[in-house]
């Protein structure tokens, strides 16, 4: 009997009949990241952008989907939408989230390590997160090796009032 190892992080594709409940989980992660950033605002929603409609549906319905569900021990963990470009070996998270009852217990750069071993003909990883996500800063240069190469400003629709949000843009390169 082959022995079970346990804290290995397992990447489960999505299947399309579970890519509404993938954007609700999601959804649910990024804001309860923003409640955590702007405890001052009762409907934090209204202040910062989390994925819109369009961006879920840009990945979910692509021609060729890369969604993933993260498993810990059986437990679902969190998730993430890839573009993945064999060609030109560049990829892009489109989103990644732990969910936050799995915070500050290191799983997230299992995560990115079980990613980086899922697709090792990636060259160059790219991802944007928004400034003011301190702690999405903090894990991408500290524990994953980004870089910041780019600081832009872009305007969102947050429930039909245009907001202007800057963000930073990451690469890591693979060796």
């Given at each position: 009997?082959?022995?079970?190892?346990?804290?290995?992080?397992?990447?489960?594709?999505?299947?399309?009949?579970?890519?509404?409940?993938?954007?609700?989980?999601?959804?649910?992660?990024?804001?309860?990241?923003?409640?955590?950033?702007?405890?001052?605002?009762?409907?934090?929603?209204?202040?910062a952008?989390?994925?819109?409609?369009?961006?879920?549906?840009?990945?979910?319905?692509?021609?060729?989907?890369?969604?993933?569900?993260?498993?810990?021990?059986?437990?679902?963990?969190?998730?993430?939408?890839?573009?993945?470009?064999?060609?030109?070996?560049?990829?892009?998270?489109?989103?990644?989230?732990?969910?936050?009852?799995?915070?500050?217990?290191?799983?997230?750069?299992?995560?990115?390590?079980?990613?980086?071993?899922?697709?090792?003909?990636?060259?160059?990883?790219?991802?944007?997160?928004?400034?003011?996500?301190?702690?999405?800063?903090?894990?991408?240069i500290?524990?994953?090796?980004?870089?910041?190469?780019?600081?832009?400003?872009?305007?969102?629709?947050?429930?039909?009032?245009?907001?202007?949000?800057e963000?930073?843009?990451?690469?890591?390169?693979?060796?």
């Amino acid at each position: 009997m082959a022995e079970q190892r346990f804290d290995e992080i397992e990447l489960i594709r999505v299947k399309k009949n579970e890519f509404e409940a993938f954007k609700k989980q999601s959804s649910l992660s990024f804001l309860k990241g923003l409640q955590a950033t702007f405890p001052e605002q009762e409907h934090p929603e209204n202040f910062a952008p989390i994925p819109s409609e369009q961006d879920y549906n840009e990945s979910l319905y692509s021609d060729n989907p890369h969604i993933y569900y993260f498993y810990l021990n059986g437990r679902n963990i969190g998730g993430a939408m890839f573009e993945i470009d064999k060609e030109n070996k560049r990829s892009h998270v489109d989103t990644l989230y732990i969910n936050d009852n799995a915070h500050g217990q290191g799983i997230g750069t299992k995560v990115w390590k079980a990613i980086e071993n899922h697709f090792p003909e990636t060259k160059v990883w790219e991802l944007h997160t928004p400034y003011f996500e301190k702690r999405n800063i903090h894990f991408y240069i500290n524990k994953c090796n980004f870089h910041i190469t780019g600081f832009y400003k872009e305007m969102f629709d947050v429930n039909g009032v245009e907001k202007e949000f800057e963000f930073f843009k990451f690469e890591k390169i693979m060796s």
